[in-house]
């Protein structure tokens, strides 16, 4: 039965529901347990499924990741939750060096599932060394596979997928969607890795993201189509397994295309997006792939510098216009 | 008001076979029926010939790197001897003495040194990691695997090697905080050789001992004679008992030395006093073992002539096995990165193309990448 929920609790829904279905999996991270979470997605967990199951950690990322590894190396799925996923990057070498290529480098005799989830990317005007969009980075990693919830239906049923799955999954929770409500059926259902969701159909233009800055692509196609131009919007969901098949198919029918991203642009999923349609749809394209990234500075805090740095409706309908002509 | 004293510290450091043969009996007293000493002996004998074998290889190109091992066998045997067996091992690389011990057959560590990732294939029975290259990073898998074994109820704990140098990383500091926090079933066994590559033991760490590493975060630690393989089964057999009752971390610093090069890239003549190394040379754990097995005429000449032809003929049939195994195929480096085979992994696969990310597959064809000479 579906009712609204918000996104956190779409989350801990997913954790719960794993919890509850197999006795592997358990819960670490930064004041998951008794704080029930410093965003409150674990709110009753530790309550639920005791502190064995449900682990303050130290400080510690590094830490608490690597003992992740260890416990997934002899039969256990942690889901490892980092406070912001701006702290990761101190636990880089185990995430990006380790997880990812244990089971590659032993042939197959250690794989890692585990989940690494957590909120992260900028808008919450927390200063640049806690606003970290760190997909584009991350998503360089071969070996890992990495899911960008949209709203609460999604964050269920992608959080449930990952921590089924055998590799290891980065989750995204943008620290600016968790209180964002959304219909979510009770139970259990799964949304698939490596399927995009065609968010609103349109017959002018493809607008292509992840997560959050799809809010803005859809709120700059409701005022483009007031323009006259009708954008489809697709939601990729999982950048790693990535579905640019559908992406592909829409602009072969749009004959345009706009990228957003709310990481820098050198490098970056928004570059990697652009190069492969370039490659796929050459001939259907009548105008080169448009990026809409966040500029190349670090998040700044005032407000109104990090509102501007980030990708917007404004910047997207300016994109749009140009990409396809109507500027 | 005086100042009260809060903490009062102390480090034991325990020997039980000293250099000039001297054992304490009451120390030794059934750490090792004699019966395994001579088969320890003969092990670390054959391990010694497996080194001095890899370095040749190493020097006459049919090895690309190899980090001697020489000198420090007592460390990793004397632990392993003390261990169950389905207790894991979580090395680095200077434990080739132990793993094979356990059971590792000698051709995984030549294939991981000749360049060939297979020799980190290990089955899963022998419960050990592969060979952990970069510093410190095995020690919070031990932590894991400790974890995972209390929280399954397993009887098994954790034994993790590490040198001198992984002692200044953070992953060990984390390691350390985390297996005495969550009271964990880890034994920490520290490889002290005296140099981590060129910077010896007294420029990485101030304190008197690395052990007193351990008391900081809440531990039991012991300072131990490393190329002394009865203190070694001993002081791990006893951090073995306390982690499997008392689910309590043991940090344990074994001072040995590393006789050879860091690996065939080094030369360690460059930076290292010929005099220290001289008086580690009598030191050997070898020779050591050899005295008090003669003393007590366990062994003899005519017996140490077999096991020399005997480890000869081992370690040669291992590196035939070795050298036996074709290289892989180009497209096996596809294989084993995921758990199942992505679509797009498996054109690059079929393709061996990395250009096959976002290309049409039907324009690609199947082609076989040219061997390459260019650095």
Not at chain 1, 233 to 241: E, H, N
Not at chain 2, 228 to 255: N, S, Y
């Amino acid at each position: 039965m579906p009712r609204s929920i918000e996104f956190r609790e779409a989350i801990r829904e997913a954790m719960c529901e794993e919890m509850r279905r197999d006795a592997r999996v358990f819960l670490l991270g930064e004041e998951v347990a008794q704080y029930q979470g410093a965003y409150k997605v674990s709110r009753g967990m530790l309550k639920e499924f005791g502190p064995r199951r449900v682990i303050d950690a130290p400080i510690s990322e590094n830490g608490f990741s690597g003992l992740g590894i260890g416990a997934a190396m002899y039969g256990l799925r942690p889901i490892i939750e980092f406070m912001s996923w701006s702290f990761s990057l101190v636990a880089a070498d185990q995430i990006l060096n380790n997880a990812p290529k244990m089971l590659y480098m032993s042939g197959g005799q250690f794989p890692i599932p585990i989940v690494f989830r957590g909120n992260g990317g900028a808008g919450g005007q927390l200063g640049s060394t806690h606003s970290w969009c760190v997909e584009s980075m991350y998503a360089n990693v071969p070996g890992l596979k990495m899911a960008i919830p949209f709203d609460a239906y999604d964050a269920k049923g992608l959080l449930k997928t990952a921590i089924r799955d055998d590799n290891p999954v980065f989750v995204l929770e943008s620290e600016r969607l968790l209180s964002v409500k959304g219909e979510v059926p009770e139970g259990d259902y799964l949304v698939p890795f490596g399927e995009a969701a065609i968010r609103r159909q349109g017959t002018d233009c493809t607008i292509v993201s992840f997560g959050r800055p799809l809010y803005f692509c859809l709120e700059a196609a409701e005022s483009l189509a007031a323009e006259g131009i009708e954008c489809e919007v697709i939601d990729g969901r999982t950048v790693r397994p990535l579905d640019i098949e559908t992406i592909s198919r829409s602009v072969a029918r749009t004959n345009y295309c706009v990228v957003v991203d709310e990481s820098w642009p050198f490098a970056s999923i928004g570059a990697e997006l652009a190069a492969q349609i370039h490659v796929l749809n050459f001939d259907d394209l009548d105008n080169h792939v448009v990026r809409v990234q966040a500029d190349d500075v670090p998040a700044p805090y005032a407000y109104n510098l990090e509102q501007e740095m980030l990708p917007n409706a404004r910047k997207i309908c300016e994109a749009v216009r140009a990409v396809t002509y109507a500027a | 008001m005086p100042a009260k004293i809060v903490f009062h510290a102390k480090i034991e450091s325990v020997s039980i076979l000293d250099e000039q043969g001297n054992f304490d009996a009451k120390l030794g007293k059934d750490v090792i029926p004699d019966t395994d000493v001579v088969r320890l002996y003969e092990h670390m004998t054959i391990c010694r010939q497996f080194d001095e074998v890899a370095f040749k290889l190493q020097r006459s190109g049919r090895m690309g790197t190899y980090p001697e091992n020489r000198g420090q066998e007592a460390v990793s045997l004397g632990a392993v001897y003390a261990l169950h067996p389905d207790d894991w091992l979580v090395p680095c690389y200077r434990e080739n003495c132990g793993l094979f011990w356990r059971g590792l057959p000698m051709e995984y560590i030549l294939l991981h040194w000749m360049g060939d990732e297979r020799g980190n294939e290990i089955p899963r029975d022998l419960y050990m990691t592969p060979q952990a290259i970069p510093i410190g990073t095995q020690m919070l898998h031990a932590v894991g695997l400790a974890w995972a074994g209390k929280y399954r109820k397993k009887d098994s704990i954790a034994c993790a090697f590490f040198g001198d140098g992984a002692t200044s990383e953070g992953d060990c500091h984390e390691a350390l905080n985390f297996a005495a926090n969550l009271d964990l079933p880890v034994v920490f066994v520290c490889q002290n050789n005296g140099w981590a590559i060129s910077v010896p033991t007294k420029m990485q760490c101030s304190a008197p001992t690395l052990a007193q590493r351990g008391l900081a975060y809440g531990m039991e630690c012991v300072q131990c004679d490393g190329n002394d393989i009865f203190a070694m089964a001993k002081v791990v057999g006893e951090a073995a008992e306390r982690a499997r009752r008392d689910h309590r971390p043991t940090f344990i610093e074994a001072l040995t030395y590393r006789l050879g090069d860091h690996t065939t890239a080094d030369d360690a003549r460059r930076y290292r006093d010929e005099a220290e190394l001289k008086k580690w040379l009598k030191r050997d754990p070898l020779i050591r073992i050899r005295t008090y097995l003669q003393q007590r005429k366990l062994f003899d000449d005519s017996r140490e002539k077999a096991l020399q032809a005997r480890a000869r003929e081992e370690v040669a049939a291992a590196v035939k096995r070795a050298e036996e195994i074709a290289a892989p195929t180009s497209s096996d480096m596809f294989d084993w990165l995921y758990a199942e085979m992505p679509g797009e992994l498996a054109t690059q696969r079929a393709t061996l193309r990395t250009s096959g990310l976002g290309q049409d597959p039907s324009q690609l064809q199947e082609q076989s990448p040219a061997p390459s000479r260019n650095p």
